[in-house]
């Protein structure tokens, strides 16, 4: 399941770099004593602040009258977090320049920006600043903070590296303030299933409250610092692939170590891809992985960069792949940067990589679909939660399938668990692989019944195949407590909070196991906040 | 006692027995004065004859004497006797020995207090005298000091009397009587009473009350007795039989009026007022008046109030919604209908009239009425009483009033019954359901679990009976649905039969099972059958389940859909209310908007509360419930009635405008609900529906394109005929002008009110189709001028034909026949005009030949074959219809309708072919009509059809009398029922009285 997208390298709408460094050409002349103004195009490009700040005010000292300088002022401003004196300065360049529609763009972006956030709360930690709309999002911040800072501490062991100051984290009620916030429309947000981004020098995620089954919030949380560390690190000189790849490789890195597998799912794509032999090349992943003409093509581009910086690290280790960032950053290209730290040409190491992933007999799951995100979508999405009652069973993709999961779903709402059972096995055996969802259902059908073995197999077959799923760790949490197995249960819970943090039977599942434990309490106001809005 | 107590007891019993002797004295005498009194006078009376001061001054005298008569041997002895003393001396005069003691004791007595303080004499010597004195008057008796003698001479009186009128009596017999009648009478009818007729050969004339539109009636030769209606005036001439001088003509007992008398012929009038009697009374010579012995009657011949028949769809009818029923009424009176009114009451409210025909005039008069109930201002739940009243013209007595039978209708909610219905379809579901988990849970039918696995597949069997009950009657009641959608009704009759057929093959298995376990002996080899049955019953179970819950979902979104879209109707209303009432600021208008506020904050109180039970109840997946009540627009609609009571209409209308926009969304959303539940449950049904409308929206377009080419030839035509008459067309115009106005004036004055309803209408037709050969004649298009005669001649012949035979009908009424009279009369006037008219034209037009040039005929003979092929296309469509109306029963509705177009298409294609491009059009029109109605329809049925809700949407259904063109049957109908009556008699014998009996009834 692909659940982000990295902008990076795509146009750039109304106010992509080279439209500003035009337009700011167009707006004046440089002087001999000032910087350049494409120079402080690229560093604000490059997110090099601190250098584009002194040298914006050098600029506007030479020339007073210019809305150029204006203009690059408002876009430092907007990186650094300052959206209302952003929008400010941008009215007053567009004042010397009615005509100039990038900066109207830009303008309107801010504006918006500010707008939407002007009532956030806000939070700090060490590292992070955390920037979130008052109410529910609140029971989010001790574990984003929690899951930031163990990140950056793990990915400035693995690069050397860390950013300076605090990085701005903003998190939005739902994929409307996304689109609000970005230059993505609602539409290419859902159709894509971009729920995060890094960018204008600031993390961006939506709640996984706007979701119907969350999602994987924190690793996401993760994935998007990677690219801030990489882009910084290289000067946003690393193309998409090697940035998507370095993401996905670390993006489990605050909870263990780097590298942590790939999901069944993309597992059986590159499998079938390789059996296939088509496999998506480097280039055809240029500009965007969201442009590939379908999701599986993304999610096995996602896939395979993972592999590829997999192999890369499993030959030179994190100083190979610091080493490539560097060289990049220094001015050489993607395959000249491989080809001098892997010590091979690029098209050897490509080939020397397929071979690798030949040798890894990824396993096929025929049946094996990616799992769309679910977006909520007006006032249903209020009274969602993610009990598995509440997932209806539209998405299973056979029809007969679908019958007797509605069938079963009917008989179980009338306390006909038994038959419920019939229906959803009969369910099951008409599709070609496991489908959690229907996996999950029927767990939770035998766990109604007290059939605890059979509970468990269908919940853990569930997330053989989507293992990030949370309902059925739900279902297998509480297997465990009914067998009195407590770390299993607590296991069980974390993975689902880690997935939707908004499910209140996981923060009591959770406030049970920690009682007398500082988490404990944590978890028990969550539980009851949840519980009692 | 003492002795002054005796005394004084004597001398009070002395008094009391003169008193009464006086008394009777002058009673007696009273009775002889008066009698004698009267006997003078009746023989004065007898002698002078009566007179109207006889009888007062009789009773005066008599009175007068006899007080007198009292006065005198009563009241003046009785005041002498007033004193003690008097008495004392009264009692003296009988008692010469005691007078002067009983006077001095009498005087003594009150003497007694004063003599024991002064003694002046002895007053032991008082009470010797008072003692001795009371043993004198204890001897004496009564009758002897006071006797009864004053009685004599009153008595004698009396008795000389009765001796007189003994005497009379004996030797005149009934001269006492007439004297007395003499005597007593009073009044004009003083006059002696004939003993024989003093008139003869009496002559009546009778004018009638104008309204009654009577003429004038002599009678000759009469009793004199008169029966007439109120108000009519009578002319009598009769002949005096007697030489009187003078004649009186005597109404009733008190009212004399001379009567004119020339040459012994009496003439004389009166106006009848309400039964009574006259008589005349003749005076006589000599002063002598005699008097008719026998009075003539004046009886009144009654108005009767109108008959009134009403026609509605039923008595007790029950509608859903403000629709508009049609009635029908027949009135009939004796004399003339001058009003007839719809008369209506809400519960007990007050009654309401609607005048639905005023200045009527004839005797009889017909009618329908669409009666918008919204003028009613129904709400579910009420009843409703209605009746026609009607009013005849008679204008003596005020009208008389004529009432239909009372009618009932009451308003029912449609959804609320659609409601209950689907909570009906939620009980079947939770049935389906409850059978479906009793067999998946059954357990394998060993040996062991026979008996468990029995009991479930029993309670399995009875739920699906008591399911197949249910099916079918709400199979039933869908069909009277109009909010059920239509694959409602096949999908639970299908469902019922299905079951039926599986219940009816499991019941011997099962009863044999259940036989084995009574006795016993139930192993798992007896139930193998049930066994292999039972997957069936599964598989039907679930099938059904799932398509009663589509089904289920559907309806409940459907209905919160119909809600939404009422509100928005209701939205609508307000803003233009609220706009008429900016304009206005009338009171009615403020009424009429917070009447439509209340409607609104129901609906939206409606859907707020459907949509929180739709939530709760997950009978729709969450995802096709995203519509949402602003949470606001209650408050905002109470915002809205305080600023108009206020008065601040601008922010009233701002506020409107914001509700507005939240209930525009709340129903977009709903729509878009719906929408998805649709495309993802019903997903056949809406791709078939789709195709079918597109393909007819395709036929639609064709056809408007030929329709199109074929106005291009007329016009060509219509040019050429206005070129061919270049010269004559002026003057031929103007005169012919000159006869559509004669038509128009006698079409007009054709009577509407004595015919039947439908050829009311026909003539209504026959006046718009005159009016437009006015309009076409004055552009000078003679070929639509002559459609429009032949259309208005045509309505005209059709009513005069049917009038006729209305006539022939036996149970017209004679005052219903004078009605129809008029009307065929007029009829006959207008109809030569129309048809002169129509032969002008028909004269005048130039032939086809001469307007179609060669070009113009091929064209004509393209379009045929281009009307051809999609005649064809739309047979092919029609068949295509039929075959998909399994999978989307909507469907099933478009061939009929298709069919009507086609035969349009089929006529068109005739008239094209055949050279007649005006017919052709029409024809085309028609098609494009009815391909453009099928459509709409089609579309509506992807929303619920929201006519039965009772939102106050003034719908334009209308709700008819079954049969309403036959309440009065067409001609032809008429005349196959009375051939039919013919031959009733050719039946066989023994049945032959009942058949005739039959026919009798029909043609009532």
Not at chain 1, 489 to 501: G, T
Not at chain 2, 876 to 898: C, N, R, S, T, V
């Amino acid at each position: 399941m692909r659940i982000h997208r990295r902008e990076r390298g795509e146009p750039r709408g109304s106010y992509g770099s080279v439209l500003c460094v035009l337009c700011v050409l167009c707006g004046f002349t440089t002087r001999a004593q000032a910087a350049r103004p494409e120079q402080i195009a690229a560093w604000l490009e490059e997110w090099r602040l601190e250098e584009a700040e002194k040298a914006i005010a050098d600029l506007e000292a030479a020339r007073p009258h210019d809305g150029g300088p204006l203009y690059l002022e408002g876009n430092l401003r907007f990186l650094q977090g300052d959206y209302d004196g952003a929008a400010a300065k941008l009215r007053d360049a567009i004042a010397h320049d009615r005509t100039n529609l990038a900066w109207k763009g830009l303008r309107d972006l801010v504006e918006a920006t500010a707008n939407l956030t002007r009532s956030f709360a806000e939070t700090q930690s060490e590292h992070f600043i955390l920037r979130y709309p008052k109410g529910p999002e609140e029971i989010l911040v001790p574990y984003a903070t929690e899951a930031l800072e163990a990140t950056r501490a793990a990915l400035a062991a693995d690069f050397g590296w860390a950013p300076p100051g605090k990085v701005r984290v903003e998190i939005y009620a739902d994929v409307g303030d996304l689109a609000t916030v970005s230059t993505l429309t609602l539409k290419e947000i859902e159709t894509s299933g971009t729920i995060a981004l890094c960018k204008w020098n600031r993390l961006m995620i939506v709640s996984p409250r706007a979701l119907v089954r969350g999602y994987s919030w924190l690793d996401t949380l993760n994935h998007e610092y990677t690219h801030y560390v990489v882009t910084r690190l290289s000067h946003n000189a690393v193309p998409i692939w090697l940035h998507e790849g370095i993401a996905k490789f670390e993006e489990k890195r605050w909870r263990g170590p780097a590298g942590s597998g790939l999901t069944p799912m993309m597992e059986h794509l590159l499998a079938s891809a390789l059996k296939r032999g088509r496999l998506i090349t480097f280039a055809e992943m240029h500009p965007s992985m969201a442009k590939l003409p379908s999701q599986e093509d993304t999610a096995l581009a996602f896939a395979e960069v993972y592999a590829a910086i997999e192999n890369i690290w499993k030959k030179t280790g994190w100083a190979g792949v610091r080493k490539i960032v560097e060289r990049m950053r220094d001015g050489a290209s993607d395959t000249r940067a491989v080809a001098d730290v892997m010590g091979e040409p690029f098209p050897e190491w490509e080939k020397s990589w397929k071979r690798y992933l030949l040798a890894q007999k990824y396993k096929l799951r025929p049946g094996l679909m990616p799992h769309r995100l679910k977006f909520k979508q007006g006032p249903a999405a209020a009274r969602r939660s993610s009990k598995d009652d509440d997932e209806d069973t539209a998405e299973l993709t056979v029809e007969k399938a679908r019958r007797f999961a509605r069938l079963a779903g009917l008989l179980r709402a009338r306390g006909r668990t038994a038959a419920a059972v019939v229906e959803y096995e009969k369910a099951a055996a008409q599709l070609p692989g496991k489908e959690p969802l229907l996996q999950n259902k029927l767990g939770r059908a035998y766990l109604e019944l007290g059939q605890l073995e059979r509970a468990q197999s269908a919940a853990e077959a569930a997330l053989e195949v989507y293992p990030e799923m949370p309902t059925p760790h739900v279902t297998l949490a509480e297997i465990a407590l009914r067998k009195g197995d407590r770390t299993r249960a607590q296991e069980h819970f974390v993975a689902a909070l880690r997935q939707n943090p908004f499910d209140p039977s996981v923060h009591c599942g959770l406030a049970d196991l920690w009682r007398g434990q500082a988490q404990g309490d944590r978890e028990t106001q969550a539980c009851r906040k949840l519980v009692e809005p | 006692m003492g002795a002054f107590e005796r005394v004084s007891a004597f001398l009070r019993a002395v008094r009391r027995r003169l008193l009464l002797v006086h008394l009777a004295a002058g009673l007696v005498a009273a009775v002889s004065a008066g009698a004698a009194v009267l006997l003078v006078c009746a023989f004065a009376a007898w002698a002078t004859g009566p007179h109207a001061v006889w009888p007062l001054l009789a009773l005066g005298l008599a009175i007068g004497a006899a007080l007198l008569a009292l006065t005198r041997f009563a009241l003046a002895p009785l005041y002498r006797l007033r004193r003690t003393r008097d008495v004392a001396r009264q009692v003296g005069t009988h008692a010469p020995k005691l007078s002067s003691d009983l006077v001095s004791t009498v005087e003594l007595e009150p003497e007694l207090p004063a003599l024991a303080r002064e003694p002046r004499f002895s007053h032991e010597l008082v009470l010797a005298l008072a003692e001795q004195t009371a043993q004198a008057v204890g001897t004496l008796e009564l009758s002897r000091v006071a006797p009864t003698r004053p009685l004599k001479r009153p008595l004698q009186a009396l008795a000389g009397l009765c001796a007189i009128y003994v005497l009379v009596a004996l030797t005149a017999p009934g001269w006492l009587g007439r004297a007395a009648h003499a005597l007593g009478r009073r009044g004009p009818l003083y006059a002696e009473s004939s003993d024989e007729p003093i008139i003869g050969d009496i002559a009546l004339t009778l004018t009638y009350p104008r309204y009654s539109g009577l003429a004038p009636k002599v009678i000759p030769n009469t009793s004199g007795d008169v029966l007439a209606l109120k108000g009519t005036e009578v002319q009598i001439e009769t002949r005096a039989l007697l030489p009187a001088k003078q004649a009186t003509l005597v109404l009733g007992e008190g009212d004399a009026r001379p009567a004119e008398l020339s040459g012994g012929v009496l003439h004389a009038r009166f106006r009848v007022e309400g039964p009574s009697s006259y008589r005349f009374v003749l005076g006589l010579p000599g002063g002598r008046a005699v008097r008719e012995p026998i009075a003539h009657k004046i009886e009144i011949d009654p108005d009767r109030p109108p008959k009134v028949d009403m026609f509605a769809p039923s008595e007790d009818l029950e509608v859903a919604g403000p629709k508009i029923v049609e009635l029908g009424f027949a009135a009939e009176d004796d004399y003339g209908l001058s009003e007839i009114a719809l008369v209506w009451q809400v519960g007990s409210g007050p009654e309401q009239r609607k005048v639905l025909r005023s200045g009527i005039g004839t005797r009889s008069a017909q009618g329908r009425h669409d009666w918008d109930l919204a003028e009613v201002g129904l709400r579910a739940g009420m009843r409703v009483a209605y009746r026609i009243e009607a009013r005849d013209t008679d204008n003596v007595s005020g009208p008389n009033v004529g009432s239909s039978r009372t009618f009932y209708l009451r308003l029912f909610s449609a959804r609320e019954k659609h409601e209950a219905q689907i909570e009906r379809q939620a009980e079947l579901l939770e049935e389906v359901l409850r059978a479906l988990a009793e067999r998946l849970e059954a357990p394998a039918p060993t040996d062991e679990q026979a008996g468990r696995f029995l009991d479930a597949l029993s309670a399995a069997h009875e739920r699906e009976q008591a399911a197949i009950t249910l099916a079918a009657r709400l199979s039933d009641e869908a069909k009277a649905n109009p909010m059920a959608p239509k694959e409602l009704r096949p999908a639970l009759a299908g469902m019922a039969e299905r079951l039926g057929r599986l219940v009816r093959d499991e019941a011997e298995p099962l009863s044999d099972a259940q036989g084995r376990r009574r006795r016993g002996s139930l192993k798992a080899p007896a139930l193998a059958r049930l066994s292999a049955e039972s997957p069936k019953h599964v598989a039907e179970l679930e099938n059904d389940a799932l398509k009663l819950d589509d089904l289920l979902g559907r309806q409940r979104l459907e209905d919160l859909a119909a809600l939404a879209d009422e509100a928005a109707a209701a939205k609508k209303r307000l803003q233009a209310l609220l706009e008429k009432y900016k304009r206005t600021r009338d009171e009615a208008t403020r009424k009429e908007i917070e009447r439509e506020m209340r409607e609104l904050a129901q609906r939206l109180r409606e859907i707020q509360q459907k949509l929180a039970d739709l939530a709760q109840k997950h009978e729709v997946p969450d995802e096709f419930l995203n519509a949402k009540m602003d949470k606001n627009a209650l408050a905002d609609l109470e915002h809205l009635e305080e600023m108009i009571r206020r008065g601040d209409l601008d922010a009233a209308a701002r506020e409107l405008e914001k509700l507005s926009r939240a209930i525009d969304d709340m129903q977009a959303a709903l729509g878009d609900d719906l929408r998805g539940f649709r495309d993802q449950r019903f997903a056949a049904e809406q791709k078939a529906l789709s195709e079918m409308l597109d393909k007819i929206g395709d036929l639609e377009h064709e056809q408007k394109r030929i329709a199109d080419d074929t106005q291009k030839v007329l016009e060509r035509q219509r040019e050429k005929a206005a070129q061919l008459m270049k010269d004559r067309i002026d003057q031929f115009v103007k005169k012919e002008l000159e006869k559509v106005a004669r038509l128009q004036k006698r079409a007009h004055e054709i009577p509407q009110d004595p015919l039947a309803p439908f050829d009311q209408e026909e003539l209504d037709r026959a006046r718009r189709r005159i009016e437009d050969l006015k309009k076409t004649l004055d552009q000078g298009d003679l070929e639509q001028a002559l459609e429009m005669a032949r259309q208005a001649h045509g309505s005209l012949k059709s009513i005069e034909d049917d009038t006729q035979g209305e006539m022939g009908r036996m149970s017209v009424s004679p005052r219903a026949r004078q009605d129809l009279d008029l009307a065929t009369r007029k009829l006959g006037e207008a109809l030569p005009v129309a048809k002169e008219i129509v032969d002008d034209l028909e004269k005048a037009m130039p032939s086809r030949e001469d307007l179609l040039g060669g070009e113009d005929r091929r064209r004509l003979q393209d379009l045929g074959g281009r009307e051809q092929a999609l005649k064809k296309r739309l047979e092919q469509l029609m068949q295509e219809a039929e075959q998909k109306a399994k999978e989307a029963p909507g469907i099933g509705d478009a061939p009929p309708a298709m069919r009507g177009a086609q035969n349009d298409m089929q006529r068109a294609e005739g008239n094209l072919r055949g050279v007649r491009p005006r017919d052709a059009y029409q024809n085309e029109q028609q098609a494009i009509e009815k391909l453009a109605e099928l459509r709409k329809n089609m579309q509506r049925q992807r929303r619920p059809n929201p006519s039965g809700a009772e939102g106050r949407e003034v719908s334009t259904e209308r709700i008819k009398i079954p049969g309403a063109d036959e309440f009065r049957a067409p001609k032809e109908w008429r005349e196959q029922i009375l051939e039919a009556a013919k031959e009733a008699g050719k039946a066989p014998e023994p049945y032959r009285g009942q058949v005739k009996k039959y026919y009798e009834e029909i043609v009532k």
